[in-house]
């Protein structure tokens, strides 16, 4: 596939990397109202010889901070130093969000919901216009880095397209600790990937606002993992047989609130249960009133509500049982 002798020309932003160069592009999106021009820093990676070319991004929700941390610490400690092939590491896609500690852009829109986008669209539309114009058509597959939203904790999994072999694939080298196909959302990144024929999971894990070590870690072993399966770099190659299988999920479902009051989980993050074992109450202030949830098949928890007060039909676990 890849019997060029020299590695193809990367450009955004208009610039261009050459085979051989390392080096700090802007993609120019809009001004602050004081005037301050916004841009997405992007970092691009271009090895001489040739090979694939993979994208590593994060902070497309501004306050998924996990991701933003796993890309940092493998640009501070060098991992994207690759042999062959690129790799186009983008640390914060939504800055706007990341400035205001939002999930969205300042015009309350999800940029997770505007893709391909439109040159004279809202912000979120323009952000996702500008950025997948001069990103997607170059890259081969990618890795889009989230963490859980609304105190929501995900314990580190995967999530792959159904109809799509190759990122099912992505998910299994990459090899978090659970793995799962999930639908293609209108207007996603990886929703407009796949129409391109762009194989892109998506990595949750932690969630919003805090850092959790464990997800950062595993978030950078993944990385690892897929810079190593395809030969990108030597450097980062960790001892592939000492790896598990990723726990690969069928049917999921949301255990939700059923009464209004104090939620006060049983278990930990990423356990697995038995059908009727006790997860957790939801119970009053005066403990007049309390509702245990029960697990309702065998299976594995991987997501928590960690929010202390809780409505009726607030989701509080997820479970999800082994293929």
Do not use: C
Not at 68 to 91: Q, S
Not at 104 to 109: A, L, N, T
Request: charged content about 20%; aromatic content about 10%; overall charge neutral.
């Amino acid at each position: 596939m890849f019997q060029e002798k020299e590695n193809k020309i990367i450009e955004i932003g208009g610039e261009a990397v050459l085979p051989g160069e390392n080096k700090s592009v802007h993609i120019k999106i809009d001004r602050l109202p004081t005037g301050t021009l916004i841009d997405i820093p992007v970092y691009v990676f271009n090895a001489k010889k040739p090979g694939p070319t993979l994208l590593v991004q994060a902070g497309l929700h501004g306050d998924e901070v996990n991701g933003i941390e796993i890309v940092r610490r493998m640009l501070h400690e060098n991992y994207f130093a690759i042999d062959i092939g690129a790799v186009i590491v983008v640390p914060i896609l939504n800055v706007f969000g990341f400035i205001h500690f939002s999930r969205d852009v300042p015009d309350g829109k999800d940029v997770n919901r505007s893709f391909p986008g439109a040159k004279s669209g809202s912000m979120a539309s323009r952000m996702a216009y500008h950025y997948a114009s001069q990103i997607l058509h170059q890259i081969d597959f990618a890795i889009d880095l989230h963490t859980g939203g609304a105190q929501r904790h995900n314990y580190p999994q995967t999530r792959f397209t159904q109809d799509d072999l190759k990122s099912k694939e992505l998910a299994t080298i990459f090899n978090a600790p659970f793995s799962f196909s999930s639908r293609l959302i209108k207007g996603s990144f990886r929703n407009a990937a796949f129409r391109l024929g762009k194989p892109a999971i998506v990595f949750e894990a932690g969630e919003s606002m805090r850092f959790d070590d464990f997800s950062i870690q595993e978030g950078m072993q993944g990385i690892r993992n897929v810079l190593s399966h395809f030969r990108m770099s030597e450097k980062v190659a960790p001892n592939l047989g000492e790896l598990n299988d990723p726990v690969l999920l069928g049917e999921r479902k949301w255990l939700r609130a059923p009464t209004a009051g104090m939620f006060i989980p049983e278990i930990l993050n990423g356990v697995e249960v038995r059908k009727g074992q006790e997860m957790g109450i939801v119970t009053d202030t005066y403990t007049k009133h309390s509702k245990k949830i029960k697990a309702p098949f065998d299976g594995f928890v991987f997501s928590i509500n960690h929010q202390a007060v809780v409505n009726q039909g607030d989701a509080l676990f997820h479970i999800g049982k082994p293929i």
